[in-house]
């Protein structure tokens, strides 16, 4: 199949117009000019859940199609360094030895360090049709030197963590400057959340800010484990070895 990225081709929705490129040049169409190539509908009788979910990275919201998509673009958000995320972001038509197909891919994530193509699908919904429209999108993705990934899910604790944390993701003022000593009391050793936020003069505001501070990466927790009084907190550059 020689010359298959001039071959194959994606579709873009761009000022409510069209716009095909071949697949080697999908690095070259400007992302923040896209909109979703497939429109978000809601009605009573869908079995899916779709939505809008508020990204503290880009400053807007974006659309997703299940709890799944919900929960990547949550993980996105905590994860940092997010500078655009475009939702269904083209039509990918690719050639297999059965004939031409089409896929669009979940997610495109554009960050400092790269562009990511990503699709969600639970493990065990992947299908052998699944696993080639996957293998083509990576192809495509990687020939335009994107970066392509397939989310099945996540660890139950790790998730559950961090959507605690999401609580406190929005702008926090701190009148009464408690950040500046749960920062400063974590700067030699790790300690327990508790035993922290026990030690401020507020203990209430301070578990607040705690919990701001950690999703914004400022301090840092274990997430393998849940989120509990004895979750060690330290800070990004002072843990203790």
Request: net charge positive.
């Amino acid at each position: 199949m020689a010359g298959w990225a001039g071959r194959w081709t994606a579709t873009w929705r761009v000022d409510g117009g069209e716009l095909v490129t071949p697949a080697r040049d999908l690095g070259s169409v400007p992302v923040a000019c896209c909109a979703p190539v497939r429109l978000f509908s809601w009605r009573t009788t869908q079995r899916h859940r779709p939505g809008l979910e508020f990204l503290v990275g880009t400053g807007r919201h974006h659309g997703f199609e299940s709890i799944a998509e919900q929960r990547l673009l949550l993980m996105l958000d905590f994860a940092g360094a997010v500078s655009d995320v475009l939702s269904q972001p083209l039509r990918l038509r690719f050639e297999t030895l059965q004939g031409w197909r089409t896929h669009v891919p979940d997610f495109l994530v554009v960050t400092p360090h790269g562009t990511w193509l990503i699709d969600v699908r639970p493990g065990e919904r992947i299908g052998d049709d699944d696993r080639v429209t996957f293998a083509a999108t990576a192809e495509a993705a990687l020939a335009c030197g994107w970066r392509y990934e397939v989310v099945t899910g996540w660890g139950r604790e790790a998730l559950s963590t961090v959507e605690a944390l999401s609580a406190r993701r929005r702008a926090l003022t701190d009148p009464l400057r408690v950040q500046p000593g749960l920062l400063e009391a974590v700067s030699r050793r790790s300690l327990p959340f508790a035993e922290l936020v026990g030690a401020a003069a507020y203990p209430a505001v301070a578990r607040a800010h705690l919990l701001h501070l950690i999703w914004h990466r400022r301090l840092g927790i274990d997430l393998s484990g849940p989120l509990t009084d004895r979750t060690l907190v330290w800070a990004p550059y002072g843990r203790d070895r």
